[in-house]
């Protein structure tokens, strides 16, 4: 049968091996009132529309239809074959299925909105798979409604996923559902994704690109986790705060702060750089156990650890504060600065180191020069080195055991008739030069033998100044300590 015209032609009814393929008129529209499957019919490229009827199928390949035709509808569509698929999708009450061991490409705009879903694999099969196209920033998509097809009793689930090109900058109203992405690096784009955070948590991103995230806030919980760990991403807190204790920040290379103070753990913060945050803005480092390399920002930062040696740079500016628990090893520091806080001093922070003596004042104390007993609680030796507790209790016995004299002419109470110094403590800190004389030791002595001596036993290294040689702790200030 020939049609021609310029008039609209409605027919109600597809058969599968239907031929319209003599029909040429200004509209024509098929209501499909019965399932069927027009897979490899190459007739019906003249039907305009194909209307499904509710409760209906329409089951067609991948590549049937074309892009000036389109399917709507109450009804479903199952695309049988893999390919790509452009005729339009219209309404948002037609739902598409995806076959199983089939995978189907469409654009962002043609499934922004609708309900799209892999079907499920049977023995031997894997999980319908849908591919999106032209996911750009042109405008804000809905990818909610694509979900791949499970596993079930096949060898595999099937997947959602996107392959975006270089430079793009995601609309920040997309929704972007369960679609994995996979990011080309062209190596001209300064960033190849910016998207936010709300869009990149929980997401497979692939690729060995530069990332972008932005719009982070700290109270919210986000997994960075599944980011490729070959990627550059940088991250953008909006807001200051405390960083949700659930947030995962792994694979994020760099985050950029926002004024006032940011709060979160050694965990959190392993392996990130602040550097490029403004100089208003601070960061707080919880203590988490573990070994973990920490970065300090421009700000002024405080930096807490829990059990295991921890790297602390702090060399990137501001006045720093870091807190020891008193446990051994706790950190190693670079680019410790002595002086005032005013001009950029940091601080050392022992008020949680247990036993220590009340004076909490500092003193360098060279031993050729000498000087009174050691009443107060921080010494830095200018003369010797010490590599090990056994290297520190040797120092302290040398030349008739000159330092342990400086401590027990300081004892906090009568020997015989050798009177008490009122000023003395049974517990201190000592700042001493490494074998290497390329940093200096922070060692906690604690007479546990009672006799006002120092031992082996009794001394615990707490830390490191790295690249500080003994002759510098004549410039350390009271304002350097907190005790």
């Known amino acids: 049968m020939t049609v021609t015209g310029a008039g609209s032609v409605e027919v109600t009814g597809l058969a599968a091996d239907a031929d319209y393929s003599s029909i040429d008129v200004g509209s024509f529209t098929v209501n499909v009132n019965a399932s069927v499957d027009v897979t490899g019919n190459s007739s019906l490229s003249t039907v305009d529309v194909f209307n499904v009827l509710q409760g209906q199928v329409l089951s067609v390949g991948a590549i049937d239809l074309a892009a000036a035709q389109t399917v709507q509808g109450a009804g479903k569509l199952s695309v049988t074959t893999s390919g790509v698929f452009a005729a339009t999708l219209a309404g948002a ?34 999980g319908g798979s849908i591919v999106i196209s032209h996911l750009d920033g042109a405008a804000s ?32 109203g997309t929704q972007l559902g369960l679609v994995d992405l ?55 807190f909006v807001l200051d705060g405390q960083v949700s204790p659930s947030s995962n920040l792994t ?49 002024n930062d405080t930096f807490a650890t829990g059990s295991g040696t921890d790297t602390v740079d702090i060399d990137q500016g501001g006045s720093d504060t870091l807190l020891f628990s008193g446990q051994a090893n706790d950190m190693v520091i670079t680019g410790f600065d002595h002086g005032a806080l005013s001009t950029g001093g940091d601080v050392l922070d ?14 360098a104390f060279n031993s050729l020069t000498g000087g009174p007993e050691f009443t107060e609680t921080i010494i830095g030796l200018t003369l010797g080195i010490a590599e090990t507790a056994q290297n520190v209790e040797t120092l302290f016995k040398q030349s008739e055991n ?12 009568a020997i015989g008739d050798i009177p008490a110094h009122a000023g003395s403590q049974s517990s201190m800190l000592f700042l001493i030069s490494n ?28 830390g490191t100044l790295q690249g500080v040689v003994s002759a510098d702790l004549v410039s350390y200030v009271q304002e350097n300590f907190i005790v």
């Open 93 to 126: 009450s037609l739902s598409v299925e995806v076959a199983a061991n089939q995978e189907v490409t469409f654009s962002a705009a043609q499934v922004s909105g609708k309900t799209v879903t892999g079907v499920s694999a049977a023995e031997g099969q894997t």
């Open 141 to 172: 998509y809905d990818l909610r409604g694509l979900t791949a097809g499970a596993r079930a009793a096949g060898t595999a689930a099937g997947t959602v996923s996107s392959e975006i090109a270089a430079g793009t900058v995601f609309h920040t």
């Open 182 to 236: 996979a990011v080309l690096n062209d190596g001209t784009a300064a960033t190849d994704l910016t998207l936010t955070a709300a869009q990149a948590t929980g997401r497979s991103i692939t690729g060995t690109a530069d990332i972008a995230i932005t719009a982070a806030t700290p109270g919210t919980a986000y997994n960075f986790s599944q980011l490729d760990s070959g990627a550059n991403v940088n991250l953008t």
């Open 251 to 299: 694979n994020v290379d760099s985050v950029i702060l926002a004024t006032g103070t940011t709060t979160m753990t050694a965990v959190q913060a392993n392996g990130v750089s602040f550097s490029e945050s403004p100089s208003t803005a601070s960061l707080s480092i919880t203590g988490s156990d573990g070994v973990q390399s920490l970065r300090g920002s421009a700000g």
């Open 350 to 363: 022992f008020s949680g180191v247990s036993n220590l003596g009340s004076s909490g004042s500092y003193r």
């Open 402 to 413: 000159y330092l342990n004299n400086k401590i027990s002419a300081a004892r906090p109470q």
């Open 435 to 462: 074998s290497a004389a390329n940093a200096v030791n922070i060692w906690h002595w604690v007479d546990a033998d009672n006799n006002f001596n120092l031992s082996a036993n009794e001394v615990t290294m707490l």
